[in-house]
């Protein structure tokens, strides 16, 4: 599960000191952010969004599970990653007519910034996958708050994500905006707090 | 715990000030800690950010005392935006709130932003009006796009030309002829968008009239990718390092494979190129307008994001039918295509020019792209029809008096041409009244000689029915000696089919037979195998007895010999009592 950028591990709240209210709530928030963050659809790329689709393929490759078996000092993800988009460049190259697509060396971002970039990737596909779940009508049993109508809460959400707006995602499923704006929010919360129960924050009694 | 109880709770409590949730839970759940983290957790996302549709973002206590913050227009990756009411000036204005709240990248990217597009002044650009950063999320004020509705007694808000359909291909060509029109207005001031598509574009409601907005990834003469470099994607391409921006399904391929990061918006080679992206991003939106769909798609078939299409420099869809499947104008068609021209240096040199052409199109003017002389005609006949209707009338009216000379002319050739005719007529039927004759006597001739062959035809008939009925007593004879036949043979089958039963049978018998004798064989066998088994068992036992008979012999023979002994020791005893006895 995506909880590399978070210190907080995966050991249970009561074998740990107590945070402060002040590391609780910084904790709170950059789960918040990288979740509803991670929800937000984008319209319009940037070269580290493109780079990040490129990261989520490579993710998707296997490569990443990999390496993640590896001591950190062996892994060489910027060497992996490197290697990936330029086989990925070159397939590009060799379907067009054009031959303008770089041939020479490819620069990646340092280590820091493509953990990001993996931690994003992974985060994107996590969300999907438990978008997936709610359609299907699965509540993580770890999830002590309730959720009702998951099936409908993961249609909504599956939309919202797609980039619709709440008044798009509403005519979609046929109901009132207000109640579109309820299954996205309800939803979004529920994502938030399994993702905290992932990073260790609530998830024993 | 029921699902009620803690909705209870949750409700309850988050209407309590954020400070007071963490005791409030203590309280609710004291023996249950992950309970409360949960509960925190939700209460936290739930207040958190302007993502959730619960109440307005706060862009600080002074914004937040003069803007009014009522309905989320439309939400994106870094922003949302929102209508407003400025208090302070009694109107309606649309805010785009950052979601990003004091990182210097967010600030620049606002900044950018607003100055990019408020150095722009043009009726088809969104104004912006203000920009703010301080306590709350950094957020621009712009113009609302709306139009005062005197019936509704209300403002009645513009909508995304991605959310419209558009009336016809006419209203396609003026929209993206007003988006034309401000893009250029932002190139002559040295701003290029390169985010254009329908989603950017606002339709008024009433008038509509398209405005282009949000310039978040316009690069300006004041801030070029160089300021904020992108991540570095690729190195010692062809251009050295790019930065890719845009939109993937809208993106020109250049766009896609990079631009430049030192591009200078006032250098003229590095303009031309930005003014190529945006002409593309022109051309990209009448293609969706005009067919439904963006010109690059993701391809499942293929594993392709709509990014790498673009960039593999492939060619969008041709665009031969409208989204309602109507034939597309091949006037409009060209003019897009070359907006969309894959070669970036055929496409329009400025957006005033695709603007202009697209103008020329709507006032049936012919194009640059209109060299047909027909089309031209045509073209010219449709702008002025009472004009063309006087050229045509005068033009009918001299065809008309130059045409009775020349029916005239042709007349009187025709006349001598049918008295040539006539004349060789005359000649030809003189010709076929003598071979009428001629065939006459023939024919009499033929009919004397047919008299002739029908009586010697009706004597051949005679002699023919003769041979007929002999045949027909032979054939009837033959016929009976066939069926007898037919019934020998079947007689002859019934007693083969007999005598073949019978041979089964018998062979049947014999198999019996055969298999008796085998089951008398295999019993005699069997029979034999028991007799000497049992002679077997009988000699073994003749063998075990004289064994047991010799053991015994044996064992009489020791009894005796050891009788004997006896006896010799019982005389050696008696010897040797009388010996002591003569002793004593």
């Known amino acids: ?205 | 715990m029921t699902d009620a109880f803690i909705r209870d709770v949750l409700a309850r409590i988050s209407a309590r000030p954020p400070t007071e949730w963490n005791k409030r839970l203590e309280q609710e759940f004291p023996t249950d800690p992950a309970m409360r983290m949960q509960a925190l957790l939700w209460l936290h996302s739930q207040k958190e950010g302007p993502e959730a549709e619960g109440a307005p973002p706060s862009l600080g206590d002074a914004a937040d005392e003069r803007y009014e913050l009522s309905v989320r227009l439309d939400s994106g990756a870094t922003a949302s935006v929102w209508q407003a009411f400025d208090r302070r000036l009694g109107r309606n204005v649309a805010i785009k709130v950052f979601h990003e709240r004091g990182e210097s990248e967010a600030l620049d990217q606002v900044l950018a932003e607003a100055r990019a597009a408020s150095d722009v002044i043009s009726e088809h650009v969104v104004r912006v009006l203000d920009v703010q950063y301080g306590d709350g999320h950094p957020y621009m004020v712009m113009e609302l796009v709306g139009e005062y509705d005197a019936d509704k007694g209300e403002v009645a808000l513009g909508a995304t030309a991605a959310a419209l359909s558009p009336r016809d291909l006419d209203e396609v060509a003026r929209w993206v002829m007003h988006v034309a029109r401000g893009v250029q207005e932002a190139h002559l001031r040295n701003v290029f968008h390169r985010d254009l598509k329908p989603k950017n574009v606002l339709i008024t409601p009433n008038s509509r009239r398209a405005r282009v907005a949000d310039f978040g990834l316009a690069v300006s003469g004041a801030s070029a990718d160089a300021a904020h470099p992108a991540i570095t994607l690729m190195k010692r391409g062809p251009m050295g390092p790019v930065s890719v921006r845009g939109t993937p399904e809208y993106m020109a391929p250049e766009q896609a494979r990079g631009l430049p990061l030192t591009l200078d918006a006032r250098a003229t080679e590095d303009r031309a190129v930005l003014v190529a992206v945006d002409v593309w991003g022109l051309g990209a939106i009448a293609y969706e307008l005009v067919t439904g769909k963006p010109p690059w798609l993701a391809r499942r078939s293929d594993d392709l994001s709509a990014w790498e299409v673009a960039a593999s420099t492939e060619r969008p869809a041709p665009l031969d039918r409208s989204r309602d499947g109507e034939r597309v104008s091949p006037r409009l068609k060209r003019i897009i295509e070359k907006a969309m021209a894959i070669d970036p240096k055929a496409r329009y040199a400025t957006a005033a020019a695709l603007a202009n052409e697209l103008q020329a199109f709507l006032a049936r003017r012919p194009t640059t792209l209109d060299r047909s002389r027909l089309l031209r005609i045509g073209l010219w006949c449709r702008r002025n029809p009472q004009l063309a209707l006087t050229v045509l009338v005068a033009i009918g009216l001299t065809g008309l008096a130059a045409g009775t000379h020349s029916t005239v002319t042709q007349l009187r050739a025709q006349r001598d041409e049918l008295d040539r005719e006539v004349a060789v007529q005359k000649a030809e039927e003189t010709r076929l009244s003598r071979r009428v004759k001629r065939s006459r006597v023939e024919l009499d001739e033929t009919r004397t000689k047919l008299a002739a062959e029908r009586l010697n035809l009706t004597a051949l008939e005679k002699s023919l029915a003769d041979e007929r009925g002999s045949y027909a007593t032979l054939i009837e004879a033959k016929e009976r000696a066939l069926k007898d036949a037919n019934a020998a043979t079947r007689q002859i089958m019934h007693q083969l089919e007999a005598s073949r039963r019978e041979r089964k049978a018998a062979e049947d018998a014999r198999a019996n037979l055969e298999k008796v004798a085998a089951d008398a064989r295999r019993e005699g066998e069997k029979a034999a195998k028991d007799r000497d088994r049992s002679r077997r068992e009988r000699e073994a036992s003749r063998a075990e007895r004289d064994a047991a008979q010799r053991e015994r012999d044996a064992a009489i023979a020791e009894r005796e010999a050891t009788e004997k002994q006896l006896t010799e020791l019982k005389a050696e005893l008696e010897r040797l009592a009388s010996a002591r006895a003569q002793g004593s």
């Open chain 1, 1 to 205: 599960m995506p909880s590399s950028k978070l210190d907080v591990g995966s050991e249970p709240m009561s074998e740990r000191t107590e945070p402060s209210d002040d590391q609780m709530a910084a904790q709170f928030e950059r789960i918040i952010r990288r979740v509803k963050s991670s929800m937000n659809y984008r319209g319009s790329y940037s070269t580290r969004d493109i780079l990040g689709s490129l990261v989520a393929r490579w993710l998707q490759s296997g490569e990443w599970e990999r390496l993640k078996l590896l001591p950190p000092a062996d892994r060489h993800i910027g060497e992996s990653v490197r290697r990936f988009v330029l086989d990925r460049l070159e397939q590009l190259r060799r379907r067009g007519a054009h031959e303008e697509l770089p041939e020479d060396l490819l620069v990646v971002p340092d280590e820091g910034t493509l953990i990001e970039l993996i931690d994003a990737a992974e985060l994107r596909s996590w969300i999907e996958a438990r978008i997936g779940d709610l359609e299907r009508g699965v509540v993580d049993p770890r999830v002590r708050i309730p959720v009702t109508n998951a099936a409908q809460i993961g249609h909504a959400l599956r939309l919202h994500v797609s980039g619709q707006t709440q008044r798009q995602v509403a005519t979609a499923l046929g109901i009132s905006l207000g109640a579109a704006n309820k299954r996205i929010f309800e939803g979004t919360n529920y994502l938030v707090v399994l993702q905290g129960i992932e990073s260790g924050l609530g998830g024993s009694t």
